[in-house]
């Protein structure tokens, strides 16, 4: 039997409208890679916030190597040796990789002054140990996300740690960035350390974790050894019920051209050029999907397309009309359709209805406005209509967007969208942070309107969505596309490569 | 559904957040009067009793709540729209000035044509000094808040300046005592510009109600105002671009609404409303320009449309509220023959605004924590 390094039992949280925690009794083995999976709301960050002391709970009781304690807050949780890398660093950007590091553990010279050789010896010492090439003098600011998060790891480890908790840490990382997270993680194992992994990615799970804990509505449905279960038992203890995973697709039949883009070009919010030339075409029947890592112009070319961007220059053709810096409500009427990747911001108003939020974009128009007023009898049939087709949750037309699950509003944003039948639907990130039974919706929302005919520009930062979905792939490195793949003949790995500008190792890897 | 019931149960508890405040500061009232060595429950009696107790206590509460309806919209309607217009004080000046102008210029206009005139010219007034800072946020992204101040010290200048130069001519009496205008004030406007005092309707209607009180048709002007700033929000396709802009700019420019448009618009109708308090000094009251004959009601629409929750119906109580306190201490400051001074009320009011604020913001962090889902 495997030392137990961290037990909880019967942990409870209520909220008021919710009970997050119910009953949840969690063991981590000494030295292994626990993944905790479960759909969003499933009560894992709860639970994890409870343990680095965020929230207390109701009832239930925490060991730590066999003796119980209780913590009250994270400064107590460090001193238990409890490690929190957070999915959003918690990073100074202008600070530098050192100074990031000591933040509140400063080593004193004197009492009074910082320690800075000494400090810099002992993170370069850490990194060294870990096997990481990190310039310790660095400003965050200057370093990519993947070198952000070692930061991340080193700092708990400076503090101690032994057990660490990463909270969905490749949300953010390219497929080699998981690659080199996975071999650290498991070099860290080597060292003694516990490791929890939070994610709801099941081929991480598999890649990576001993054991798995599955929650479903904050409680836990299941423990197993990793090797003896599957991805589809897993999906299925997440979501209560059986989940297709192949995603059925008729074969590819490209009609006329819908989506015409030459030589586009357009620069950032920082006035830097974003958008570099790029040139496409979109055929009806046919997705195009857009691999990339995130800020290398997919959002401005959204932008420019739906019309809240200016282009510098280049043409936007909609079946041969030029719709090139037309005003979004122009555009809007020309039948594009966008599924916004930014979904608090852009997608939702999160002070208004369900129904108000169905109406966004056409509220000007007839039957949803007549003469002067809005015509309520309309909005709210139309209202009504979606939800009941979209099966939206819960289903009161007057709750505001903001009491919605991601997952919900999401369905809001998809409903609205796709109302009045788009000759062309841009959706970025139609399923980012969404739980399994959302991301199936959505994906099947999307290859319904392919199957009708539509043409489908998406885009999106999860390779396996991109790969399943897409008929081609442009893929988009600084601005420009790379590289163009049919799905059949790509892998990740390819792709992969060529998001991150690798082109020579494109070229080793096709010769392999 | 069980979770609807607890969710409608703060939905109410944040929107009386006001009316607690308002007990809180009535408490805290009390323990300032007790200071002074006064009986609260005889001060608080007396100042009600006098102020809602009767009919010409009622006429002079909404009196004095009728501008404070205007420059309370003006800052609520603003506000849906995400902006924060506190250059009601300016809008409001200039509105009055104009309509004043045009009230004691076109005297020879007859009252069906004069009246409308003079009311359009008030809202168009406020309008237009309230377009400059809309188009400039719009435009060039400056805020809101330092050109709307900057534009009311303009405004009060700018009038200053109009006053003299259109100063009443001497009446016969000055002249004979050899004195000149104490507070500079222009000519009256005609009597086809002035609006019936409510006495005249109450008389024509058999009902006993003091000549002399001042309550006039203007306070049925901002009633219709309210209300037509209610219809406007809630039930036009205008408004659901305008609150569309003030919750999400971002989400409102990907329905295809224009967010520049909409902010002039905004500021706009929000200055309109905060001209038209010179329907109610100007027209129903003082029939001319005097110089400080109002300064500070614009501001006051701050307060009264933060207790108003920056709601037509919320700013009509609280300004109706905001009239109760100011009469009533004016009553009360008689009573104890200036025992308790009519400060007492402003300290009043504003032990009200702090509440506001901090009850509000109490409920909203309570609704937070126990709504936290993670």
Known sequence: ?512 | MKINKKFDYFVILEKITPLIAVIFALLVGAIVIMLIGEDPVFVYKTLFSNAIGNRDGWGNVLFRATPLIFTGLTVAFAFRCGLFNIGGEGQMYIGTFLATWVGFTFTNLPAFILIPLCILTAAAGGALWAAVPGILKAKTGVHEVIVTIMMNWIAASLTFFLVLKFKAPPTEAMIEAGVKQMIPHTSEIAQAARLPRLYSIFKFLNIDFPAYNQVNVSFFIAIGVAILAYYILWKTNLGYEIRAVGYSPLAAEYGGISVAKNIILAMVISGAFAGLVGTNEIMGFKYRWRQELFTGLGFNGIAVALLGKNHPLGVVLAAILFGILNYGGAIVNIYTAGRIPRELIMVLQAVIVIFVVISDEVVKRLIRQRRKIL
């Not at chain 1, 850490?126 to 990481?132: N, P, R």
């Not at chain 1, 965050?140 to 057990?163: D, P």
């Not at chain 1, 490749?170 to 080699?176: I, Y």
């Open chain 1, 1 to 512: 039997m495997p030392e137990i390094a961290l037990e909880m039992k019967n942990i409870t949280k209520r909220f008021p409208l919710v009970v997050a925690n119910d009953k949840v009794s969690f063991t981590v083995y000494k030295g292994e890679i626990h993944a905790l999976v479960g759909e969003n709301g499933a009560g894992k960050s709860t639970l994890m916030s409870i343990l680095y002391g965020l929230y207390q709970a109701d009832s239930g009781k925490i060991f730590i190597n066999g003796e119980k304690v209780s913590i009250a807050n994270p400064n107590v949780a460090i001193n238990l040796k409890i490690g929190m890398v957070h999915q959003h660093f918690m990073l100074v950007p202008p600070l530098t990789v050192t100074e990031n590091i000591i933040l509140g553990m400063e080593p004193k010279k004197n009492n009074i002054f910082i320690d800075m050789e000494n400090a810099t010896k002992r993170v370069e010492e850490l990194s060294k140990s870990m096997g990481f090439k990190i310039d310790s003098k660095a400003k965050i600011e200057n370093i990519s996300v993947g070198i952000q998060q070692r930061v991340e790891i080193i700092k708990v480890l400076y503090r101690g740690a032994e057990i660490l908790v990463m909270d969905e840490p490749t949300a953010v990382l390219t497929p080699q960035e998981v690659e080199d997270l996975f071999e650290i993680l498991r070099s860290l194992k080597k060292q003694g350390k516990t490791i929890i992994f939070i994610t709801h990615k099941l081929n991480e799970v598999k890649a990576l974790s001993d054991r798995v804990t599955v929650m479903r509505r904050g409680k836990v449905v299941g423990v197993k050894d990793t090797k003896d279960t599957n991805q589809e038992e897993i999906a299925s203890l997440m979501v209560g019920r059986k989940v297709i995973f192949d995603i059925e697709k008729k074969p590819h039949s490209p009609g006329k051209t819908a989506l015409k883009v030459e030589k586009l070009k357009a620069l950032s919010n920082k006035g830097l050029p974003a958008v570099k030339n790029i040139s496409f075409e979109i055929k009806e029947g046919e997705i195009l999907g857009f691999a990339g890592v995130e800020g290398n112009g997919q959002t401005e070319l959204v932008e420019v397309i739906t019309g809240l961007r200016p282009a510098s220059s280049g043409k936007i053709f909609l079946y041969d009309h030029d719709i090139t810096n037309y005003s979004p409500r122009s555009i809007r009427e020309d039948k594009i359709a966008h599924i916004p990747e930014d979904r608090k911001q852009r997608g939702i108003i999160s002070n208004y209805t369900v129904a108000e939020n169905l109406i966004l974009g056409s509220h000007y128009r007839s039957p949803f406005n007549k003469g002067l007023a809005l015509n309520f009898t309309a909005i709210n049939n139309h209202a009504n209509n979606l939800i009941k087709d979209f099966d939206i949750r819960p289903s009161d037309k007057d709750n505001f967007l903001k009491s919605l699950s991601g997952g919900n509003q999401q369905k809001v944003i998809v409903a609205r969208e796709l109302y009045g039948e788009p000759k062309l639907l841009i959706a970025a990130q139609p399923t980012r942070g969404l739980d399994v039974g959302s991301i199936e919706f959505v994906h099947q929302q999307i290859l319904n309107e392919r199957d009708k005919g539509k043409a489908i520009l998406l885009i999106s930062a999860d390779l396996e969505e991109i790969l399943s979905l897409s008929d081609r792939i442009a893929v988009i490195y600084e601005g420009e596309i790379v590289d163009v793949l049919d799905p059949k003949k790509t892998d990740e790995n390819e792709i992969g490569l060529l998001m991150t500008g690798s082109t020579a190792n494109k070229k080793l890897s096709k010769a392999k």
